[in-house]
């Protein structure tokens, strides 16, 4: 499926393509791509060198430990790769220096026709590339990867997820922790059987009272938000039920 018949076109530079399009190829965005909704490319900077060991490397200016991409193969694989996007297609280099990967950035990507994501390796990437051909620079958390293939992955899954015939079920996109329906983290989820090792479902959500089932898994949501992720509840000015529901999910479990 091209590029220009997806939903959404994404171009990733790597040094290690075959990790890239073999993770892609299960799950959720798998089905993605292959029923064209989703596109994903790659771009590996070896292809614009041109000795015998095909280096993209090199010692930093300055002495210190590792290595960093080279400038000149780095920039012309992101070129190559950017022709093939929609105009307008943002530049991001995932980087431990970025600003935090959040769902709120993932549903921007996912309204966009397109993006490309450059994973950097070693050291890092020489600046003056970051300085010509990226727009935004993101990292999915406060610690180091050895590349950046494993945050494209996290980018690209999380996005398109939430593009529209992705997921069976459209509600599962606005029902996870994060969504912009709540803002919280996830409610408990359970299945068949009813009883498991001596411990029941809750009550609740076998009686078929969606109203009742309803305020349940709100309010283990805000329960849940305030115990692991306090942070969240920060800016979020509550509602007079959701104060309730809290108050009564505190003394639930101190008790």
């Not at 018949?5 to 790597?14: I, N």
């Not at 009883?195 to 809750?202: F, I, N």
Request: net charge negative; charged share 25%.
């Amino acid at each position: 499926m091209s590029a220009g018949s997806a939903r959404l076109a994404v171009e990733v530079v790597t040094l290690f393509p075959e990790a890239i399009r073999e993770h892609l190829a299960i799950g959720v965005v798998g089905r993605a791509l292959e029923r064209g909704i989703v596109h994903v490319g790659t771009e590996d900077p070896r292809t614009y060198v041109q000795d015998v060991h095909r280096t993209v490397d090199d010692r930093p200016y300055g002495g210190g430990p590792g290595m960093v991409l080279k400038a000149e193969p780095v920039a012309n694989a992101i070129a190559a790769a950017e022709a093939r996007l929609p105009p307008g297609s943002p530049r991001i280099y995932l980087s431990a220096q970025g600003r935090r990967f959040d769902q709120a950035m993932a549903r921007r990507l996912a309204s966009l026709p397109g993006f490309l994501l450059l994973a950097g390796r070693y050291e890092g990437v020489d600046e003056r590339v970051l300085e010509a051909s990226i727009d935004d620079e993101l990292s999915i958390g406060d610690y180091v990867l050895s590349g950046g293939e494993l945050a494209a992955l996290v980018v690209i899954d999380a996005t398109v997820r939430l593009l529209p015939g992705v997921l069976n079920d459209a509600e599962s996109a606005l029902q996870e922790s994060f969504a912009e329906a709540g803002g919280l983290l996830d409610w408990p989820h359970y299945t068949r059987p009813e009883e498991w090792r001596g411990k029941r479902v809750p009550e609740v959500l076998c009686g078929g009272n969606h109203a009742a089932i309803r305020r349940w898994r709100l309010q283990q949501a805000l329960g849940r938000t305030e115990a692991r992720r306090p942070d969240l509840l920060t800016d979020r000015e509550l509602t007079g039920e959701e104060r309730g529901l809290l108050l009564k999910y505190r003394e639930e479990h101190e008790s």
